[in-house]
């Protein structure tokens, strides 16, 4: 799956000579959290996060009267507080690439482009509900964690005895174990009852570490 299978197409944008006031107005009539920054022509020239406007916003205890707060925020600008060297990515960059660079970069969110042109843009949230379709959280079945071994045939072997009970895979996810030599791997299962299921699974290098029906 490719980002530009789960970006948001239309972002909401902004241009660098809005007031901060203004941009944090969008922001929260959005309901978004940062705001890629584009020029006349749609290229993506910078981005602006929330707390980018806050800080650049007077504190409420501030000495100085409402007069001279509006003087100071019609002065700054959105190009003034805004992060011009943008962490971006192309629509075919993969997703989990994507979530490697956020989580390397310690961002919430990469807009997307193409020939430097803004078309889209990826954030936590969007990885969050890839995360709960891979799991099948909206699904109902028996989820179970093995801890198996990592040694080939094992998952053909695991998936075919399911199939073979005429169990329906809802979702499949393989994790780190805490030692190279094994692998942690999460099923969910309809069309099957538990303890069936259970017992198919059963042999001496499966561990059964949770099963649950949710």
Do not use: C, W
């Not at 290229?43 to 707060?69: C, K, N």
């Not at 379709?133 to 079945?141: F, I």
């Not at 009970?165 to 969910?188: H, Q, R, V």
Request: glycine share 8%; charged share 30%.
């Amino acid at each position: 799956m490719l980002v530009k299978d789960r970006m948001s197409k239309h972002p909401i944008t902004i241009t660098g000579d809005v007031r901060v006031d203004e941009a944090l107005k969008v922001m929260r009539n959005n309901k978004v959290r940062r705001l890629p920054v584009v020029d006349k022509a749609g290229r993506l020239v910078g981005i602006v996060s929330e707390m980018d406007l806050l800080y650049a916003s007077p504190s409420s205890a501030t000495p100085l009267s409402v007069y001279e707060l509006q003087y100071l925020l019609a002065r700054i600008t959105v190009q003034d507080v805004m992060t011009k060297e943008v962490i971006s990515v192309e629509e075919n960059t993969p997703l989990e690439e994507a979530a490697r660079i956020m989580i390397d970069n310690k961002i919430g969110g990469l807009p997307v482009v193409r020939d430097g042109k803004l078309v889209g843009i990826i954030t936590e949230t969007d990885l969050f509900k890839i995360f709960l379709e891979l799991l099948g959280a909206r699904e109902r079945g028996v989820r179970l964690t093995l801890r198996v071994p990592n040694k080939k045939g094992i998952l053909a072997s695991l998936t075919g005895r399911i199939a073979r009970m005429g169990g329906d895979i809802i979702s499949l996810g393989t994790f780190l174990g805490e030692t190279p030599a094994e692998g942690l791997l999460t099923l969910k299962v309809a069309e099957v009852p538990r303890e069936q299921l259970v017992e198919a699974l059963r042999e001496p290098e499966v561990k059964l570490v949770d099963v649950r029906e949710s």
